[in-house]
Structures are given as structure tokens and as C-alpha cells.
């Protein structure tokens, strides 16, 4: 039995935005699609970015806060994307990829070791796809089959 490809499991359709998209479209984006994160499509066409809502979440964090200083590095970068108005100012890179013909193991695997909730699947230097943890789920159940009932006397 072959393996498994991450094109035969992954979402076919991947919804982008651009480079200039604003904050506030790619937020209403991800609220009325229930995505966690949308991939950033240079001018060239190639995945630059991606806006997640844990690059979105530090316009809350810093929102209410009044300026105090020192702050760490961290605090500073998280400054910045809280300010930041255009998907390049927020987006996080690089982009988590796989190729739509490795082997699902790989990007279970790509998943763990990076902690990402979904990789953006390439073909040919191209976005052709995303998949994500719940897809890779439906393809474990899948392939587990039914289970069968046994019970001891």
C-alpha cells in the first residue's frame, strides 16, 4: 500500500491576503471564515508571511498598557505588530512549508517539531493548499478503519 501524500489530504483552496492587506480586513477574515491563520502573498505570488491570530492577539496585549520601559526584545518585536497596520507589519516568517507530495508522516511530523497548527503546502514554488492538524486527523481515523468489538465471556 502506498503512503499517503499531503495532497491527498490537505484543503485544495488556500485563502490568502496580500502584502497590504489592512489588519482590520485580515481580523474580519479570519472571524467570519473561523480560520486561525491566512497565509501573505507577495507580488510575486509567493508565500511571504502568514497572519495568525497569535500575531493579532498583541494588539490586545499592548492595547490597554501604558508605555513602560525597560522592555525586552520580545516585548519590543510584539510592540511593533501591535502598531503594525498592513499584513507585512504583523505577519510572522518564515512561512511553514511542506510539498503536496510528501508523505503525510512528514508533515505530522513538521507539525510537532514547530508547534504550527497548519502547514501551507507548496507545488512548484506555488500556494496550491494548507493542511492542517484536523486534517491529519481525519486521514489517522480514516486509515484506522472501524474498530472491531470484541468482548470476553
Known amino acids: 500500500m ?3 501524500t499531503v495532497e491527498s489530504v490537505m484543503t485544495h483552496h488556500a485563502v490568502t491576503v496580500t502584502m497590504t492587506t489592512p489588519v482590520e480586513d ?3 477574515l479570519l472571524v467570519e471564515q473561523g480560520f486561525g491563520a491566512v497565509p501573505v502573498i507577495d507580488d510575486f505570488g509567493l508565500v511571504a508571511g502568514v497572519v495568525s491570530e497569535t500575531d493579532l ?11 513602560r520601559t525597560p522592555l525586552t526584545k520580545a516585548e519590543e518585536r510584539r510592540l ?5 497596520l498592513v499584513a507585512w507589519e504583523v505577519m510572522s516568517r518564515p512561512v511553514v512549508t511542506v510539498d503536496r507530495h ?7 511530523r513538521r507539525l510537532a517539531e514547530t508547534g504550527v497548527h497548519r502547514l501551507f503546502v507548496l507545488g512548484d514554488d506555488e500556494l496550491v493548499g494548507v493542511v492542517t492538524r484536523g486534517d491529519l486527523m481525519r486521514s489517522f481515523a480514516r486509515s ?3 474498530r472491531s468489538t ?4
Open 2 to 4: 502506498a503512503e499517503s
Open 26 to 28: 485580515v481580523v474580519r
Open 57 to 67: 492577539i498583541v494588539k490586545l496585549e499592548f492595547g490597554g498598557l501604558s508605555d
Open 80 to 84: 511593533r505588530k501591535a502598531h503594525g
Open 102 to 108: 510528501d508523505p503525510v508522516a512528514l508533515a505530522a
Open 144 to 146: 484506522a478503519g472501524p
Open 150 to 153: 470484541r468482548t470476553s465471556t
